[in-house]
């Protein structure tokens, strides 16, 4: 039993059950192992944070005092100047001016985790470690500190504020994080080199230093009445066994082989990284009679030029007639088609997202043109969810949770917007043609995607969350540039939801008129106007459920027409046309509200596209705002990596209670090793919890009447927790009984004010 890896949210959010997966145990991948079944672990190796190398600290407690003696050049001392130091020439404690800065650090992220007080209850700290080691102890100067600030994308503290993890973390970087730990004033590693006894450490600007004692607060209640509590689920912790077919496909063609002669039962399901149950955990496993493990077939997890020194047409599957009054045309012109040979390449189904990620932000010289477009769509597939399910989440599983549980998935506005193609085979029929993103909506019955032909499109200018540069303006009836843009909105940078995802591409071609095209994902459309479509008057497409839309050609035409005109054509202004836009959205848009509500999630939509229409088809706009619209809000919160200050109030009156000292629990905690009551509950667990005092050292009233004190907790637990429970589900023990006297637990009422008074057993 790992004590270490802990149960969070159980969806991949939290990264609190952060492990490692292997297959030889040299490269160690973090993942969330709440969503990693057994099934898939075939031919695997874990580790978990128990399996990490030894901790050797760079120093050691004596016996006496408990000062720390330096061991090395990598020893830790507290810096008057610059925080804790690393690696410091001097033998002995920095002085009180130390003006180099400090090294970049060579511990143990378990010992730089806790060195930083970078754990509070703990409860995440292992997480934390097993998501950046890897990292940190293989690529040691070789990540930014933007890199190390994405490593924890899929972790959640709800206690630190994150500051001091960062922190210490990012001393890890080829920059080092010298500016940050100069405004951090150094933590106390030892009681006899504290703040109290050394009026040297004063004088640094974040410290503040008082004698006077500090006043008892005013009681208040603080108790928390919320009326409104989220539905829930009711989903079994634990879900009922299910069978893995056994042996696990190797191949395509034995894939292929077990399901046209039925090898598998009826209800089969194909499971690559299983974090899909992160988000459907009511219906991924329901119904389900056999699970297929298809991680081990590797033709699933390559990257390969596709076709070789062939152009494959990405318009020649979009269900538009190619010729017209007898002549062909096409949407690009022949210089620009002639630049993309050889510049598509097929990503297979099983490649991770984080794998696709690292692929479009190496160097490839045969690709070197197209970098501007392979760095934004990266930039795009990094605020997918977090590290750990972008390392276990596969291209084809974010596709089939688009299509099967109309999930608004980034993976399919970015690839459809980009146009791409899907090759699938199905049973019934052994065509393995590449198809449009429309055509795969709407297939039905058993399919399996092989992969996603992506055009690596160059010498096109781009806007997007991760790359931006801009068109100049059209003039009347010349035509814009190629141009593709991304975008997404959510609640957070990363590990959110999108409230909006969006993607458009424009061909370019004044002679193609369909050569403005754009998609949305979380439109969620219900086609709740299909009957009325069957009138004579059919305004929108007849389309089936989904949560991507794309803009019915109507409007498309318009806004190239206006593109081409130089802004507006025959009176449609951008306002007007993106009324028309917004019209249509909402007409289409389902009014479910898990996701935001419809209205405000279309106008979200509308002014996507009109930022793409100012800032990449020359619509008309002051200068001014042009520019501002040419930087999203997660270019300005990346730009830079995330700094801040720590400030010390050290109160001698106080002491040793405003001492910063590094907690003796800090290294149980970061290691794994401090057990919680969710890790490991024994026979007769009791349950406990924290009373707040509004006074320093005061003791606590005792409990005069025993059944109004629980009807109260069961009062706190409904109002606080939306928990539910009954005055005979609980028992106040005495100090007679055993328990109390083994521990010296005191139970508190916190009803009622605290007072200096003698505790009493109740």
Known sequence: ISAGTKLGCGQGGCGACTVHISDDEKTWTPINSCLRPIGLLNNKYVRTIEGLPELKLSYEKTETSGASSHAGTAHVHACANNGICRGCPMEGECGPVHDQPPAKSTLDPRQTLAEFNGSQCGFCSPGMIMASYPHVKEKQGDLSQLDIEDLFSGNICRCTGYRSILCGMKTYAKDGNAEELRNTPPYVLDEANNYANNPARWNHPNVTVSAVPIKPYEHRDYRHHNALHPAAIAVPLHPPPHQWHTPSPTSVAMLKRDIATGSYSTNYK????????????????????????????????????????????????????????????????????AKQVGRQVSIGAGVTIQKLVKWLEADHDEYRAARPFMRACAQHFKRIAGHQVRNAGSIGGSLMMAKQWNFPSDTWTLLDGAQCAVTWWSPQSDDETPRSFEEFQNATGELVVLNVILTLWEDVPFQSDGASSSTSKQGAGQAASVCFASARVAQRLQNAHPLVNFAAFNHGNPDWENSFSCVWGNIDVCNKKSQENQNAESRWPTIPNTSHYRLSKGPSSRIWAATLAGWPADGDTLDTLMEQVEEELR????????????VVRCRVATNLLRKYCIVNLGAPSSEE?????????????????????????????????????????????????????????????????????????????????????????????LYTYGITTSPQEFRIYTAEDTLIQKFNLLNANNWTQATPRSPKAF
């Open 587 to 598: 007409n289409m848009a389902a009014t479910a509200e898990e996701q935001g509500d419809p």
């Open 270 to 337: 194909l499971v690559y990284g299983n974090t899909s149950y992160g988000v459907y955990p009511q219906f991924e496993w329901a119904n389900v009679g056999v699970f297929v493990d298809i991680s081990g077939i590797s033709e699933l997890t390559n990257i390969d030029p596709y076709p070789p020194n062939e152009w494959l047409n990405p318009w020649s599957f979009k269900g538009t007639p190619w010729k017209d009054q007898g002549a062909v045309k096409h949407p690009l012109s022949p210089a620009t088609r």
């Open 625 to 717: 705002a042009t520019n501002s619209l040419r930087q999203t809000i997660y270019q300005a919160r990346t730009a830079t990596p995330s700094s801040g200050s720590q400030m010390f109030m050290v109160n001698t009156a106080e002491e040793p209670v405003s001492e910063p000292f590094i907690k003796a629990s800090a290294i149980g905690q970061t290691t794994g090793e401090a057990i919680y009551t969710q890790s490991i509950l024994p026979p007769n667990t009791m349950h406990a919890t924290f009373v707040s005092s509004w006074a320093a050292a005061a003791k606590i009233l005792p409990f005069n009447d025993n059944t109004r004190t629980i009807h109260k907790l069961c009062e706190y637990l």
